[in-house]
């Protein structure tokens, strides 16, 4: 049975398998935005143990309207302060954000492929 994932509505399809060996390149490289709506700030400070106020205050920075997980530098880039180098993971796993759980399924990837397949090595573009 494949795993590999398709969305209607997007040309490629992604294969999760390339996660394994990829060293977590969606939760690090260029500096970004990740995205946390107010009920996705209780989640992940209840799985961290925290009350919203230090939660925020500690991991999160104010973009415009909206809040947005910090990042640290790594060497001469930049990593989502909950990304895991040693298991290649995601601290907050149970509770990430939205944004990461639809990666790579983001409307702005629709017309932008050949972007994608340089961040993502488990996009499989079926026009290719
Ligand atoms: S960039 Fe793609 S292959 Fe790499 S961890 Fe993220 S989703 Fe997986
Ligand atoms: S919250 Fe987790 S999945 Fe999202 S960017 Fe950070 S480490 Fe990656």
Redesign the pocket.
Known sequence: MSDVMKQEGFDYSFDPRACESCQ?R??TGESGY?YVTKAEIEKISELLGLSVHNFVSEYLFKKGYKYS?KERKFNDSY??????RESN?????DA??N??KTFPFWDYYKTRVQELKLECPGIIDEDS
């Open positions: 977590g969606c939760c990740i997980i990593e989502c302060v909950f990304y895991n993971g995601c601290n907050i796993y990430r954000p944004q990461c």
